[in-house]
């Protein structure tokens, strides 16, 4: 199965240019993988770039989790990040996919600076 760039998602969610929809939907079309860091560079673009809110952020981890064509690594990872992330969005959705990250690997607590990170079961504030 071929892959999907951050640049294709951002695309596909943005829907901002009408000629790089078109590619980014038929390159999917056949099917592609997400990696973890395509889907958190995804998120902080349309963050940053696209000033889009908490709710928008987490519709559109929705919108790729939910694609036909598309395949998620680490899906339940991804799920259980989202699911926090729902639950406190000041918290941003890439502090949230890392600390499932770690949690699927075994590797608990994460340490952080962060102080709404470090409330999280799991995550430790140094």
């Known amino acids: 199965m071929r892959a999907a760039d951050t640049n294709v998602l951002v695309r596909l969610l943005?829907?901002?240019d009408a000629r790089q929809v078109a590619a980014a939907r038929k390159w999917v079309e056949q099917g592609a993988w997400v990696s973890i860091l395509a889907l958190a560079e995804t998120m902080w673009v349309l963050a940053v770039g696209y000033d889009r809110?908490?709710?928008e952020i987490a519709s559109a981890v929705g919108i790729l989790l939910n694609h036909q064509n598309l395949t998620l690594q680490d899906a339940e990872v991804v799920v259980a990040a989202l699911k926090k992330f729902r639950e406190r969005p000041s918290i941003g959705f890439s502090d949230c996919l890392?600390?499932?990250l770690a949690?699927?690997?075994g590797h608990l607590p994460?340490?952080?600076f962060d102080r709404n990170l470090g409330k999280l079961s799991g995550a430790q504030k140094l």
């Open 53 to 55: 809110s908490p709710s």
């Open 98 to 100: 890392l600390l499932e």
């Open 103 to 105: 949690r699927k690997a």
């Open 14 to 16: 943005s829907q901002d």
């Open 110 to 112: 994460l340490g952080t």
